[in-house]
């Protein structure tokens, strides 16, 4: 029986989620905000009739609040890293976990381009010159760093990482990589590096665009920037908790690396005022995707997997931890 026929089925939507998600799903399903009616009242009123998450990562789903949702099947997250849902409980419980993959990855390969150029070529600061009022005053913005003569590591070689290395053809760098294991059908054979160190040693460029999760938790430390070098500059746009981030703040003041791009932190929205501070950073709000056409897709593909479940056809797109291949039994 689909999901029309049946009850109607109650879901959780919890953190900021894009608007649009909880309008489509609002046409089919009962759901709750927790952004308008609290996360607490909600589950003691409604937690055992909650038969599907919605979030976009920003407030954790956590194996607590997964425990009090007796008859949870889905869990639809926003975003193609789900480091915030406790995945693990998820899959004990036979809960199913979706993400949104693939159609980002275009988006975040340009974003991360754009941001790579910009701190080299220090864009943002220039623009601030010019809005300072330094260059009318005759004061001329200084020499930079150059992308000429580098090269370019790029951590994690997924699907992200993959078309980022495309993109970055067309500029004449050469390329290296690390990630879990070499990959066999890249367009090129770009010089795989087995551990994080020996591609740091390798590279003045380090990218970082590793999947998210316990192995990777500040794999990018001490160790890592002072192999990168003086020379090194560093572009995360994967999530805070791959780096160190007091040993990036003391590599950037001591001159360990010679920059950064950043597009994600550890604690968001909470920047270090250290790195504020600072003339070799650029610093963004977790904007990779923000853009109409790939939130848009996003969007999308969360309402597709909730609907899809719920109309007994299967999850579309379910993280490699959780079921796959199952449909919902008439319930
Ligand atoms: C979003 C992301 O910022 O896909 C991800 O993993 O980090 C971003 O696309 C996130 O999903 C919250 O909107």
Do not use: C
Request: no cysteine; proline share 6%; aromatic share 4%.
């Amino acid at each position: 029986m689909g999901w029309s026929m049946s009850r109607q089925a109650e879901i959780l939507s919890i953190g900021e989620m894009d608007i649009g998600v909880d309008e489509a799903l609002a046409e089919r399903f009962r759901v709750y905000r927790d952004s308008t009616l609290g996360l607490r009242t909600i589950v003691a009123e409604h937690g055992d009739a909650i038969a599907a998450i919605v979030t976009r990562g920003r407030t954790p789903t956590t194996a607590a609040l997964i425990r009090r949702l007796p008859n949870l099947e889905l869990i639809a997250n926003f975003g193609v890293g789900y480091d915030s849902i406790d995945v693990t409980t998820a899959a004990a419980r036979g809960i199913v976990v979706t993400n949104t993959p693939d159609i980002l990855n275009d988006e975040m390969a340009d974003f991360t381009v754009g941001l790579l150029l910009a701190t080299v070529r220090r864009l943002p600061q220039a623009d601030g010159h010019v809005r300072g009022k330094r260059w009318a005053g005759g004061e001329s913005f200084p020499l930079g760093p150059s992308l000429r003569g580098r090269r370019v590591g790029i951590a994690g070689m997924g699907r992200v990482g993959k078309v980022i290395a495309r993109r970055l053809d067309g500029f004449d760098v050469p390329i290296a990589y690390h990630a879990r294991n070499q990959q066999p059908a890249l367009p090129y054979p770009y010089p795989y590096h087995t551990d994080l160190h020996a591609l740091a040693r390798a590279v003045d460029v380090l990218i970082v665009a590793l999947p998210v999760g316990v192995a990777t938790r500040r794999v990018i430390n001490a160790e890592v920037l002072e192999a990168l070098g003086p020379n090194g500059i560093l572009i995360n746009v994967a999530r805070g908790s791959v780096v160190d981030e007091p040993a990036l703040v003391d590599a950037l003041r001591a001159g360990t690396i010679l920059a950064a791009g950043l597009d994600v932190f550890a604690e968001e929205p909470h920047v270090p005022e250290e790195l504020l501070e600072m003339e070799n950073v650029v610093l963004l709000p977790h904007v990779g995707t923000a853009t109409h056409h790939t939130r848009g897709l996003m969007r999308q593909m969360v309402i597709d997997n909730v609907v899809a479940w719920f109309d007994g056809r299967g999850a579309l797109t379910p993280v490699p931890e959780t079921p796959q291949g199952v449909a919902r039994s008439g319930r």
